[in-house]
């Protein structure tokens, strides 16, 4: 079993601070993927990072895939309280592999007005 | 269908009764997930489909558990002699292929809670 571990596990802080939460493992990965979930939902994609050292932005979220393919974070400026809930870091394996996509634990993140 | 369809959304069963929840997939998804998710935690990878290949049976958390893909459409996660630990919100995801960089989407979830 190929292990995300993500970082902090719980987050709250006021509404206009900046904030970022890690993805981490020791294996590497083809693809990361950024999921976000609200209670009563299923997770919902935000973004999927493919090559070492790639950045992308998502309006106040900016994610960013490690050199080496083994490590993601999401950084969010000035958060808002629509930004609550939380955030989980899925990896991908090329060629395939024995447990498909990969989740980390995810990061609860509450965002207070 | 628009989107993955999971049923019930919500189910009370019984201790030891054996229960039955429902995934929809996209159509044309040829991957299909289960997940456990408990109150407050990430997700739990239980089983894995991929077009006619075998599926990938090692999350499941023990041999009451069982699931099922006909026609590489439809899932049914079947859970037999239901236990009080087996409560959580079981998730289903497909995807158009699951090799590098496929989005999963998700249902709703069905929400079990054996008493």
């Known amino acids: 079993t190929q292990l995300l571990e993500q970082s902090p596990q719980f987050l709250s802080i006021q509404e206009g601070e900046n904030l970022t939460v890690y993805c981490n493992s020791s294996s590497v990965f083809s693809s990361l993927q950024w999921y976000r979930q609200e209670p009563g939902e299923g997770p919902v994609l935000l973004v999927t990072v493919v090559t070492g050292g790639e950045v992308k932005k998502l309006k106040r979220l900016t994610f960013q895939f490690g050199d080496a393919r083994k490590d993601s974070s999401l950084h969010i400026t000035a958060a808002q309280p629509g930004d609550t809930g939380l955030y989980l870091c899925a990896g991908a394996h090329a060629g395939g592999g024995a447990d498909g996509l990969t989740f980390g634990k995810g990061t609860h993140l509450i965002i207070q007005p | 269908g628009a989107g993955v369809s999971q049923s019930p959304s919500n189910k009370v069963t019984e201790k030891g009764k054996d229960v039955e929840l429902r995934c929809d997939p996209i159509s044309g998804h040829t991957a299909l997930y289960w997940y456990r998710q408990s109150l407050g935690q990430g997700l739990e990878f239980l089983i894995y489909?991929?077009?006619?290949?075998?599926?990938?049976k090692s999350g499941l958390p023990s041999d009451r558990f069982s699931a099922e893909r006909t026609g590489g459409s439809v899932s049914t996660l079947t859970i037999q002699r239901t236990q009080q630990e087996d409560s959580a919100v079981y998730l289903c995801?497909?995807?158009?292929?699951?090799?590098?960089?496929?989005?999963?989407?998700f249902g709703q979830g069905t929400r079990l809670t054996v008493v």
């Open positions: 995801a497909s995807s158009l292929n699951r090799q590098g960089a496929g989005e999963a989407f």
């Open positions: 489909f991929q077009g006619n290949s075998a599926p990938d």
